[in-house]
């Protein structure tokens, strides 16, 4: 990661961390994280500091959106989407990243491509600009297939388990801008429908992480 040590993006981890108690974004961003550096093994060319910086602190700018406005910016959301909510969630998170990598005095040649992911990671999420921000938008969206993002995604949509997931299934072609992104998406799928099948309700454990 040349200039970006372990030790940068430990600091960043813990900066970015208290900003993710929303959306439930304290589950979201660490298995969203741990997908980021799947992907970033299955792509050894991009640029590490970036995606791991980006998808540390893509959704930070919840903490400064209003709470009875955070599901309006989901789309397909039942109560119907805003995407003014979507774009002031990213408005807000290129705000607070420059200030959190700024204090930390991350390197100024990544600064840039980590805030131009930040701020089109949801309203942009049909098209790839670089191959950081495709691993990006792919570990944003991967955790959606695992069985605890199942459970938390499909309440907020109001759907059932089988529909939910066939949802998802259905948006592999999609939403994915990576083939190893979607080959986990596969993968986690199918272990949640497993575990949801083998394991009372309520008693699921939680592995969907790579």
Do not use: N
């Amino acid at each position: 990661m040349s200039e970006v040590t372990p030790d940068l993006i430990a600091e960043l981890y813990l900066r970015a961390e208290p900003y993710w108690h929303t959306r439930s974004g304290e589950i979201h961003m660490p298995q969203a994280y741990a997908y980021a550096q799947a992907l970033l093994r299955a792509h050894p060319e991009a640029s590490a500091g970036t995606v791991l910086a980006a998808i540390l602190l893509h959704d930070v700018g919840y903490a400064r959106v209003p709470e009875e406005t955070h599901h309006q910016g989901l789309a397909d959301a039942p109560s119907g989407w805003q995407p003014d909510i979507t774009r002031l969630h990213e408005q807000e998170g290129v705000k607070l990243a420059r200030e959190l990598l700024s204090e930390l005095r991350y390197p100024a040649a990544l600064v840039g491509p980590i805030l131009t992911i930040i701020g089109g990671h949801d309203s942009t999420s049909g098209e790839a600009h670089s191959l950081e921000d495709a691993i990006v938008k792919d570990a944003d969206k991967l955790w959606r297939f695992g069985a605890r993002g199942v459970e938390i995604c499909r309440g907020w949509m109001g759907m059932t388990f089988e529909d939910f997931t066939a949802y998802v299934e259905a948006k592999i072609p999609t939403w994915f801008h990576t083939a190893e992104g979607a080959r986990l998406a596969r993968l986690t799928l199918d272990r949640a429908r497993r575990e949801h099948r083998e394991t009372e309700p309520g008693e699921t454990e939680h592995r969907e992480t790579p």
